[in-house]
């Protein structure tokens, strides 16, 4: 059975474990929250990538409608200068710019086309992947309004579970905490048992001399405490 010392040191041990967890716990709430508001980045990402791609398209077909536009103008010229000229060699020269200006307005109105069931197609994938995509958001949204009131549930725990260790300390003698404070500062757990002669927080065998001081029958008595010759932790014998 552990020596009282050893039972204060136990409890100790376990209200500090129980703080460290919590403050483990709201140390992860801003990386997770973080991780959220990527995947919500992520997602806005998506949408105006769909969006873009709707108005290059659409910027698209109105440069072919202007090209058109001009080629027709163009068309119209051509036609008016084709009528007034008298001399046969303008006339075939008009006639070729015209048939030139057609076969262009008839590749734009072929390109236009393409536009525009391509426009019309990503249009319709825009819409449903807007609304699947703001749904995930919203459910992105709410996760991280969860682990902000987790964040706050955490440091409410976290306060109690301070004022809870400080009363622990108490009872432990001050050599006996600058003890346990030096190896907590490098390791966990501090207070671990020797079982079959080995350590039960490095695994390896203790000399004789510490499980002496262990079993309570070293020069100090109860009151002396044995630490492990391999991993300094503070030991004691469990019978």
Known sequence: MPSPLIETLLILQDRDTKRLGLEAQIKAVPRDIAAVEQKIAAEKGAIDAAKAEVMGLETKKKLIETEIGSAESKLAKYRTQQSQVRKNEEFQ???????????????????????????????????????????NIAGHEARIKTLRERGLSLAAELTEAQAVLATAREPVSEPARRVYDRIAVRTQPVVVAIRGGVCGGCHLKVSSEVETIARGKGPGGPAQLATCDSCGRVVYWES
Not at 113 to 128: G, I, P
């Open 93 to 135: 020269a008009l006639g070729h710019e015209i048939e030139t200006t057609q076969k262009q307005i008839s590749d734009f109105e072929g390109q236009e086309l393409e536009v525009m069931y391509a426009l019309d197609d990503a249009k319709k994938k825009f819409v449903a992947a807007e609304a699947v995509l703001k749904g």
